[in-house]
C-alpha cells in the first residue's frame, strides 16, 4: 500500500498565480528529528523498494536515497537524503558539537561524492538523488516518511510567495559585459561595427 | 531468478582457506524454508553422530530466514547453529539487527563455516569479494573494539561487524556472537571461537527479489501499521517500567531466593529515573517497527544497549539493584559473555564457596564484596584462569568437573542448558512438556502462542477469543473457553497448545520471524502480528511458491522432526527430558511420564522419543528414517508411544 494520492497536484517548482501580483509555489520539507530515529533502516528499505524496477519488485539499501548513519556507541542516527552530485570532495571539513556530540560533517551531508561511496548506483556507478518520490499520481508524503513510524521522519509542504526577481540579463549581455571587461569598450565595437559589414 | 532468497550459500573452509559459491536446491527452500530448517538439513547430511564439537568436521552456520531483507516488517532473524559443544545436541541462537539483511543483500543466503584456521581470523564479504584476512593482532579484543577495528581497516563504516569477545576466543561455552545491538548467545559462540574466526564482516549491495512486488508490498505497509500500533506486539519491558513480575516471581542468586514483595512504587520511581536519566535513545532491528533495545550512557562505561530479561539478571543474580546491571553489562558484553548462563554461573560458583566444596584456594586475590566478585569471575571466565576455566563451561560442566557434591547445586538446567531462573509450587502439565522437551532449549524460544493463564471474566473471554484470529483451529478456543484453572485442561489439549507453540517458534526461526511480533507475543492479549493464516500469504508473494496454512504447518513438523532426529542421532532419549527436580515443589512422576508419553504419541514419536519410520516418511524424510534404520537407533517396525508395550503399563 502506497501512500494516499495527495488531493491537490503541486508539484514542485509549480508556480501558481493567485492574483495579477502574489505568486506561490510549493516547497517540500522533510522535517528530520534525529532524536526519534531508532536505526531500523525501514526508510531506507522503502526507497529502494519504490525506485526499483518494477515498481517494489526488490530490496536494495545501497540503491536507496536515503541512508541512516548508525553509531550506536556514539548515539548518532541521522537520516540523510541524496542531493546533488559533487565532482570532488570538499577541501576541508567541518566537525560539528551538537549537545556535546560529535558529527562529521559527511554525518550530514547529501552529496554524491567521491569521498564515500553512498549514493551511488551499485551497479552503474551513477548519481542517485532524492526526488521525493514524484509520481503519477503524486503521493501523499514520500515513501520514506510513510515507512517512518517513528515520527523521525516528517514531511511538510508550505506555501512560499515567489518574490518578483528583477529581469535577468540575457546570455548575450553577459557576453558582452564579459568581453567589454577584457578588451575594452572601444576594441569591441569597432569590432562589431567592422564584423557587421562583412 | 531466485525470489525471496539469493540462492547460494557462502562455504568456507578454514582449514584449506578454500571459499565457495555453492548454489542450493530451491526445493529445499520449499520443503524447510531458511533459518534452523536448512541449517538441521546440512547438520543431519553433513555432521555425523560422534563428531567432536571442536573438530573442524563440524559447522556454524550463520543463516537467514526466509523472509530476510525481504519489505516484511520484524523478519530479520539469523539463525545460527551448529553442533553445540555444551550438550552435543543441535546449538540454536537467534540474532537479530542487520547482520542478516545485510548478509543477503551481499548473495548470500547463509555462511556455512567448517575446518579450522591455523590462528586467529576474521572474514570481509563485499558480495562476492570474499576474503579470509589475519586478526591475530585482534586477539583478546573485547566486541567494541574488535568491529571498529575492521571497520576502520576496510575503510566501510557501513558494513556490519559480528564478532566473538575473549570469551569465545577461549572457548566459553557461554560465549556469544554480537554485531551491533544484537547478539547470538546460547551455545554457538565457542564453536567460532574454535574455528578462530574473530570476526565477520558484511557489506551487501545486491537486490533481494520479490515475486509478487506489488501485493507484498500492499500486504507489508499495512502490517507495518498494525505492529506499529499493536500494543500486544514488541517487547514490554522496553518500555513498560513495572517490572515486578520477574522480580517479584523469579528466583535470585542462583536460582534460589524468591523475593515475593521485592517490588514497591518507591523502587519503581527509582529505577524509573535511574532508567530515564541515563538513557540515550530506544533502537530497533531492521525494518521493525518496534524499537526494543534501551541504549544506556552509564558513567566510565561504553555506551550499550539491552534488551528484555537481560536487564535482570546480573543483579538478580548479586542480590543488587539495577545500577549494577548498567554497570556491568557493557563489560560482560564486551567480554562476549551471555547474560543469561553467565550471571548464573558466578552465583553458583559463590555458593560453591560458601557451601564449602571450593575455597578461598580457588579464588586468588578476589575482592569481598559481591559487586567486585562478580567482575572477578567474569573476567577469570572470559579468560578461561584459574577457577574460570572451570566456570566458564557453565554451571552443569563445571558441577561435573568440581564433582564433591557440587552436582547438587546444578538444579536449574535442562540438558546441560542454563533455564531461567523460575521456581514454581505446583506442575503446570504444558510447561512441564515445554521445558522437558523443548529443543530450542529455552522456554521463552518454546511458549507463546497459547495464554499463560486462563481469563475467569465471561465477558472478557468471549471478548478475547472473538479477537483472536492467531488460532490454527477452533479446538484451541473451545479449550479456553472452557479453562477455569492454569493447571487443568484435558491432556489432549495440553499436548496440542505445546505443539503450537512449537509450530509457531519453529516457523518464526525459518523464516526469520522475531519472536516479539510472533510467537512469543500470542500468550499476551492475543493479537500478535503474525501466525500461521497470514504467513502463506506472505511466502507466497515473498517466495513465489503457493502456500498454504496446511503446507506450512507441515513444514514446522518437517523441521521439528528433522531436529529431534538429528538430536536422536547424537543421543538424545527420553531419560534425558526432565525438568529440573526443584522447578516445582509438587511433582508427580507417574502423571509426568504419562503426559510425556501422550505428547510423544502426539508427535507420531516412539515411546523413547524417536519420530517413526511412517511419521518420516510422511514429511519427505524417508532418507532420516532409512539413516537411523542404518545406524539401530530405529527398526522401522516401532509403533507411537501410546501404542508401545510399556505405555500400556503407565496407569491411565
Given at each position: 500500500m502506497m501512500p494516499e494520492p495527495r488531493k491537490?497536484?503541486?508539484?514542485?517548482?509549480?508556480?501558481?498565480?493567485?492574483?495579477?501580483?502574489?505568486?506561490?509555489?510549493?516547497?517540500?520539507?522533510?522535517?528530520?528529528?534525529?532524536?526519534?530515529?531508532?536505526?531500523?533502516?525501514?526508510?531506507?528499505?522503502?526507497?529502494?523498494?519504490?525506485?526499483?524496477?518494477?515498481?517494489?519488485?526488490?530490496?536494495?539499501?545501497?540503491?536507496?536515497?536515503?541512508?541512516?548513519?548508525?553509531?550506536?556507541?556514539?548515539?548518532?542516527?541521522?537520516?540523510?537524503?541524496?542531493?546533488?552530485?559533487?565532482?570532488?570532495?570538499?577541501?576541508?571539513?567541518?566537525?560539528?558539537?551538537?549537545?556535546?556530540?560529535?558529527?562529521?560533517?559527511?554525518?550530514?551531508?547529501?552529496?554524491?561524492?567521491?569521498?564515500?561511496?553512498?549514493f551511488k548506483d551499485p551497479d552503474s556507478g551513477f548519481p542517485l538523488k532524492c526526488d521525493m518520490c514524484e509520481s503519477v499520481p503524486p503521493l501523499e508524503k514520500p515513501m520514506c516518511v510513510d515507512a517512518c513510524t517513528f515520527g523521525a521522519l516528517i514531511y511538510e509542504e508550505r506555501e512560499e510567495v515567489v518574490t518578483e526577481e528583477p529581469k535577468m540579463r540575457g546570455e548575450m549581455e553577459i557576453g558582452l559585459k564579459a568581453l567589454i571587461k577584457k578588451y575594452g569598450l572601444k576594441k569591441v565595437m569597432d569590432t562589431i561595427a567592422r564584423v557587421s559589414k562583412e | 531468478m531466485r525470489y525471496s532468497e539469493t540462492g547460494f550459500n557462502l562455504e568456507i573452509d578454514l582449514t584449506r582457506g578454500s571459499i565457495d559459491k555453492v548454489e542450493t536446491d530451491p526445493r529445499d527452500t520449499v520443503l524447510y524454508l531458511g533459518g534452523n530448517g536448512i541449517a538441521a538439513k546440512l547438520l543431519y547430511d553433513r555432521v555425523p553422530p560422534g563428531t567432536d564439537p571442536f573438530s573442524p568436521d563440524n559447522l556454524l552456520i550463520l543463516g537467514n530466514g526466509l523472509l530476510n531483507g525481504t519489505p516484511v516488517p520484524g523478519a530479520n532473524r539469523l539463525a545460527v547453529n551448529t553442533i553445540a559443544p555444551l550438550n552435543g545436541l543441535m546449538g540454536h541462537s537467534l540474532m537479530g539487527g542487520m547482520f542478516g539483511p545485510e548478509l543477503k543483500m551481499a548473495g548470500w543466503d547463509r555462511i556455512v563455516l567448517r575446518g579450522k584456521a591455523p590462528d586467529l581470523v576474521y572474514i570481509t564479504i563485499h558480495n562476492d569479494k570474499v576474503e579470509i584476512r589475519d586478526a591475530t593482532h585482534l586477539r583478546g579484543k573485547g566486541m567494541y573494539d574488535t568491529a571498529r577495528l575492521v571497520?576502520?581497516?576496510?575503510?566501510?563504516?557501513?558494513?556490519?561487524?559480528?564478532?566473538?569477545?575473549?570469551?569465545?576466543?577461549?572457548?566459553?561455552?557461554?560465549?556469544?556472537?554480537?554485531?551491533?545491538?544484537?547478539?547470538?548467545?546460547?551455545?554457538?559462540?565457542?564453536?567460532?571461537?574454535?574455528?578462530?574466526?574473530?570476526?565477520?564482516?558484511?557489506?551487501?549491495?545486491?537486490?533481494?527479489?520479490?515475486?509478487?512486488?506489488?501485493?507484498?508490498?500492499?500486504?507489508?505497509?499495512?502490517l507495518r501499521k498494525e505492529l506499529d500500533a499493536n500494543p500486544n506486539v514488541g517487547d514490554w519491558m522496553a518500555v513498560d517500567e513495572d517490572d515486578s513480575f520477574h522480580h517479584n516471581n523469579f528466583s535470585w542468586g542462583n536460582s534460589r531466593v524468591r523475593r515475593k514483595t521485592f517490588w514497591n512504587a518507591n523502587l519503581e520511581e527509582r529505577w524509573r529515573n535511574l532508567k530515564y536519566d541515563h538513557m540515550s535513545r530506544q533502537t530497533g532491528c531492521w525494518n521493525c517497527p518496534k524499537a526494543c533495545h534501551n541504549v544506556i550512557k552509564w558513567p566510565n562505561r561504553r555506551r550499550f544497549s539491552y534488551k528484555c530479561y537481560g536487564k535482570d539478571t546480573y543483579h538478580m543474580a548479586s542480590f543488587q539493584e539495577l545500577d549494577f546491571t548498567y554497570e556491568i553489562l557493557p563489560i560482560a558484553q564486551d567480554l562476549g559473555l551471555d547474560s543469561y548462563s553467565t550471571p548464573q554461573t558466578i552465583a553458583f560458583a559463590l555458593?560453591?564457596?560458601?557451601?564449602?566444596?571450593?575455597?578461598?584456594?580457588?579464588?586468588?586475590?578476589?575482592?569481598?564484596?559481591?559487586?567486585g566478585r562478580f567482575y572477578y569471575l567474569l573476567n577469570k571466565m572470559a579468560f578461561r584462569e584459574g577457577i574460570g576455566d572451570i566456570l566458564a563451561d557453565g554451571t552443569s560442566r563445571a558441577a561435573e568437573r568440581i564433582g564433591k557434591g557440587a552436582e547438587k547445586f546444578d538444579h536449574n538446567t535442562v540438558k546441560k542448558f542454563e533455564q531461567l531462573p523460575i521456581k514454581l509450587g505446583k506442575l503446570n502439565p504444558a510447561y512441564f512438556l515445554m521445558i522437558a522437551t523443548g529443543e530450542d532449549m529455552a522456554i521463552t524460544q518454546i511458549e507463546g502462542s497459547f495464554p499463560q493463564d486462563p481469563i475467569t471474566d465471561p465477558e472478557l473471554k468471549e471478548e478475547y477469543i472473538r479477537k483472536w484470529v492467531a488460532v490454527p483451529d477452533k479446538k484451541f478456543a473451545e479449550w479456553f473457553r472452557q479453562w477455569e484453572k492454569r493447571d487443568q485442561l484435558p491432556d489432549d489439549a495440553m499436548v496440542a497448545i505445546v505443539d503450537w507453540n512449537e509450530c509457531m517458534h519453529y516457523l518464526d526461526d525459518s523464516l526469520g520471524f522475531c519472536g516479539f511480533v510472533s510467537s512469543f507475543r500470542g500468550q499476551f492479549g492475543g493479537t500478535t502480528g503474525y501466525h500461521v493464516w497470514n504467513m502463506p500469504q506472505i511466502i507466497t508473494h515473498a517466495l513465489g511458491v503457493d502456500f498454504d496454512k496446511d503446507r506450512l504447518w507441515e513444514c514446522f513438523q518437517r523441521n521439528r522432526n528433522l531436529v529431534r532426529a538429528l538430536n536422536n542421532r547424537a543421543g538424545l532419549r527420553r531419560s534425558m527430558e526432565r525438568p529440573p527436580e526443584d522447578h516445582w515443589a509438587v511433582r508427580n512422576e507417574e502423571y509426568e511420564q504419562q503426559l510425556?508419553?501422550?505428547?510423544?504419541?502426539?508427535?507420531?514419536?516412539?515411546?523413547?522419543?524417536?519420530?517413526?519410520?511412517?511419521?518420516?516418511?510422511?514429511?519427505?524424510?524417508g532418507y532420516v528414517a532409512q539413516d537411523l534404520i542404518k545406524r539401530g537407533i530405529l527398526t522401522g517396525n516401532e509403533v507411537t508411544a501410546l501404542n508401545d508395550a510399556r505405555a500400556k503399563k503407565e496407569k491411565p
Open positions: 491537490r497536484s503541486h508539484r514542485e517548482g509549480d508556480v501558481t498565480v493567485e492574483n495579477d501580483r502574489k505568486k506561490t509555489r510549493i516547497v517540500k520539507d522533510i522535517k528530520v528529528d534525529t532524536k526519534k530515529c531508532v536505526g531500523c533502516r525501514a526508510c531506507e528499505i522503502a526507497c529502494s523498494a519504490f525506485h526499483a524496477t518494477p515498481k517494489f519488485s526488490s530490496v536494495n539499501t545501497a540503491r536507496s536515497r536515503i541512508m541512516v548513519v548508525i553509531d550506536e556507541v556514539r548515539d548518532i542516527f541521522v537520516p540523510i537524503r541524496a542531493g546533488d552530485y559533487a565532482m570532488a570532495e570538499c577541501n576541508g571539513r567541518n566537525r560539528y558539537v551538537i549537545d556535546g556530540k560529535e558529527y562529521d560533517e559527511c554525518t550530514f551531508c547529501p552529496a554524491s561524492c567521491p569521498s564515500r561511496e553512498a | 571497520k576502520e581497516e576496510l575503510k566501510d563504516n557501513r558494513a556490519w561487524v559480528a564478532t566473538i569477545g575473549p570469551a569465545g576466543e577461549n572457548r566459553s561455552y557461554l560465549a556469544s556472537i554480537d554485531c551491533g545491538n544484537s547478539s547470538a548467545a546460547r551455545t554457538v559462540g565457542p564453536v567460532m571461537g574454535d574455528k578462530r574466526v574473530k570476526a565477520i564482516a558484511v557489506r551487501g549491495t545486491k537486490d533481494v527479489n520479490l515475486a509478487h512486488p506489488a501485493e507484498l508490498w500492499e500486504m507489508c505497509s499495512r555458593e560453591l564457596l560458601e557451601a564449602g566444596i571450593l575455597t578461598e584456594k580457588d579464588f586468588p586475590g578476589m575482592p569481598a564484596d559481591v559487586r510425556l508419553t501422550k505428547y510423544y504419541d502426539f508427535k507420531g514419536w516412539t515411546f523413547d522419543g524417536i519420530p517413526t519410520k511412517e511419521t518420516l516418511e510422511k514429511l519427505s524424510l
